[in-house]
C-alpha cells in the first residue's frame, strides 16, 4: 500500500481487495491521514508482504492469542478478537508483528481503538522506548494538522527490561475519536545487540470505548511480554 501525507512507513502500492479499514487516532506503524478535515488511519487487510497470522497454543492464558515475534525475540499475548495487521518502521523502529483491536463501523468507516506491534531497533534501550512512543503519539494524534499535547514520556528500568508510557491529548476533536490516549512500550536488549521492542497504542474513552480494550486488558498485555 502507499500512503501520502505523516506517512510513518510506506508499501508498495496493491490494489485493495477488501474495504479499507480506517483506524481512529490509536495505531503504531500505519500512517495517520490528514485530509478532507478528517484524521484517520488507513490499513488494508490481508496484504501479501505482511507477518503471517499467529496462532493459540496451550501455554496461553484462556482464550487469548500468543503472538510470537521470532524476529524481535518476543512473545506476548493479545485478546482473541485482535486481528493480524500490516507492518512497516516507525522512526528507527522496524516492526515485524502486529494486531488490532475488533474494528467498528463510525460514519461509514471501519476504525479500531488499539494497536500493539513489535520489532527491533538499535540504540540505547531507554531511547528507543521513549523515542517509539513520542513518535507514534505524535502521528497518531494530530488531527487537522493540529498536535496533540503529550504529557512528560515516563521511563523506567525494570529488572532486565525498560518500560515506557505517554499520555496524549488530541488537539481537535471528532464525534470518532477517543478524546485521549496512552502509549505503551517495553524493550530490552537483545543477543544481537539489538533492542526488542513492543510498543501498545490505545485510545480512552469515547463512544466507542468498548471496542477496545479494557484496563485490565491493557495490564494483560504488557505483564505478557516474555522473551523467546
Not at 33 to 55: E, I, K, M, R
Request: hydrophobic content about 35%; proline content about 8%.
Amino acid at each position: 500500500m502507499s500512503y501520502t501525507g505523516l506517512g510513518v512507513y510506506q508499501q508498495q502500492p496493491k490494489p485493495p481487495n477488501r474495504r479499507p479499514l480506517w483506524i481512529a487516532l490509536a495505531v503504531a506503524g500505519v500512517l495517520a491521514v490528514v485530509g478532507g478535515g478528517t484524521a484517520a488511519v488507513l490499513l488494508t487487510g490481508n496484504d501479501a508482504t505482511s507477518a503471517p497470522t499467529t496462532s493459540a497454543t496451550t501455554t496461553a492464558k484462556p482464550d487469548w492469542t500468543v503472538v510470537e515475534d521470532t524476529q524481535a525475540g518476543l512473545r506476548y499475548e493479545v485478546p482473541p478478537s485482535w486481528e493480524t495487521s500490516p507492518v512497516g518502521t516507525v522512526g528507527a523502529v522496524r516492526l515485524t508483528k502486529s494486531q488490532v483491536s475488533r474494528p467498528f463501523d463510525c460514519q461509514g468507516r471501519n476504525m479500531i481503538q488499539a494497536m500493539v506491534a513489535s520489532g527491533t531497533a538499535t540504540g540505547e534501550v531507554p531511547d528507543v522506548a521513549e523515542a517509539l512512543i513520542v513518535e507514534i503519539a505524535r502521528t497518531s494524534y494530530t488531527v487537522e494538522g493540529q498536535k496533540p499535547k503529550l504529557g512528560k514520556p515516563e521511563v523506567r528500568g525494570v529488572e532486565e527490561h525498560t518500560v515506557a508510557s505517554v499520555e496524549v491529548t488530541p488537539s481537535a476533536v471528532s464525534p470518532c475519536y477517543a478524546p485521549k490516549a496512552t502509549v505503551r512500550a517495553y524493550a530490552r536488549s537483545t543477543r544481537s545487540s539489538k533492542v526488542a521492542v513492543l510498543v501498545l497504542n490505545v485510545a480512552e474513552g469515547g463512544p466507542y470505548v468498548a471496542e477496545g480494550p479494557s484496563e485490565d486488558d491493557v495490564n494483560r498485555i504488557m505483564e505478557s511480554v516474555r522473551p523467546l
